[in-house]
């Protein structure tokens, strides 16, 4: 094993398969649990070895299989700002192993390594030890890194439908490519190793892949040419796209993309690479829908019959385009689906489905041709509704909401306090947040407390991911401190019985000194009251409702006084 291979507390923690909360716990209480040899103070590294020695010590299951290894020897080989290539090398070798390159010369010069690469192969082939590889680099670099969730990636490729050939010109590593079942993928780029991965990645599972590492838009690899498909999830909000160099650009069928429109640039540019009559799948941000700059390009695409659908996947998520390149001399639609598919997914294939049956059911292209040509479905949904029928419906949802309050007795005395800053000291809890406005986000991990300085606090529970700004990650120990009760103890330091203001510093809010067990018993009712109060708004938003779907509904003659 390589005394210069180095491992991250996540990286224990997976290979001895226990949760993050262990690995902390475990250099409190041992003194000679392996010091770090490198990182940060947030993020420290530790010499691999010496982990592995520590662990069999102790008789504690560690086990390195060939691929682990070959991980972590491929990261001590240089820095992590070069590891994409080298993950890429990697690749070559197992295409080399595959037989899909006649030589290798990938530069990969370490014996131990290529050793390791080709035990790989041995025991799970070219395609899963790739696989492995390509996995653990996201998981490294899973802040930089943006990739289509694989349950979008399968929708957009459902929604494409068989195809033998699709063209994807933001790639990325090939998520939907890979997913598309396509034979022959097009592919582009701007990043040179990402372009390499991804075709690497295709060419092992027997795809045809034809990528390029240039930016699309401003260099067009395959000008004149089309496939029957095309799904894209281009970069949002670029504003150096290209729009002065490309202001005569023949890609412009339906105008010239506002400098700040760079997604109605990728749509015109998908639509010139697809079939006549061939499906493009492309996700958009929700303000594409509306933007006022953008209304032109959007009546134009309408009138031609080019936007079949616009649908929201999430109430904060992208919106997702369904186009299709209009083929000569047919008659365009007179509807267009406009829908929101909420949590579950599927809904937009059945959503389709119907559509397709039955276009009538659509938006009117010609209602939608007006001043704003706005195709947000949730706008047009409040637009189209029917005070009389949506009352009865939100009168039904207010009358299933019944606020609970947990019960509570008075209790005399007051505990003893610490504070969040002593927890630190103490190695409690770890507080992560954006030191800088250009720095990356912290990552919410499932356990982790979410809290701002205005009062909002919750636990997250879902996979990891990125916290906005002015949010902050309070990492804790589970068996010494409870999620729920560090939670509600900083909600409670928003409430004004407790501050009068108006911001909160993190590291001051108090935290009664209670056993483990007495704080799972507070959190549990914190959780009840937080449940609570979610419950009373959301009645009073929905009796709010109410009240403007009663006035609507009384005005316009689709509701009556009642006897």
Known sequence: MDDDATVSAADIARLAGVGRAAVSNWRRRYPDFPQPVGGTASSPLFGLSAVAGWFRARGKKFELSAGERAWQRLRALGDDLDLAERVSRAGVFFAFQAGIFDTFDSKLDDPELLTLLSEMTHQSGPVEAFELLCRRYFEAHSRRLSATPEPVAELMARLAGPVSTILDPACGFGALALVSGAKTVLGQDSDPMTASIAALRLRLRGIEAEVYAVDALREDAFAGRTAEAVLCDPPFNERAWGHDELVGDERWEYGLPPRGEPELAWVQHC?????????????????????????????????????????????????LWLLRRPAPGERAPSTVLLGEAGEDLSTVDEMWRKFRACPETGVRIIDLLDDDVDLTPARRRARDEDPGQAFEAVRARFAGLAPRLPPLDAADGEPAFTTIGELVKAGVVEVRHMARTDAEPPVARRGDVVASVTGIAYVHSGPPEPVGAGLTVYRLDAERLDADFLAGCLRAADLPAASASTRIDGRRVRIPRVPIGVQREYGRVFRNLAEFDAALREAAETGRELVRLGFAGLVEGRLRPGR
Do not use: C, F, Q, Y
Request: charged share 20%; proline share 8%.
């Open 271 to 319: 639509l010139a690479h697809v079939e006549p009559g061939g499906t493009v799948v492309i996700l958009m941000p929700g303000a594409a829908a509306g933007r006022r700059s953008g209304k032109r390009i959007r009546g134009n695409l309408l009138r031609a019959g080019a936007v079949r659908a616009v649908v929201t996947l999430a109430p904060a998520g992208p919106d």
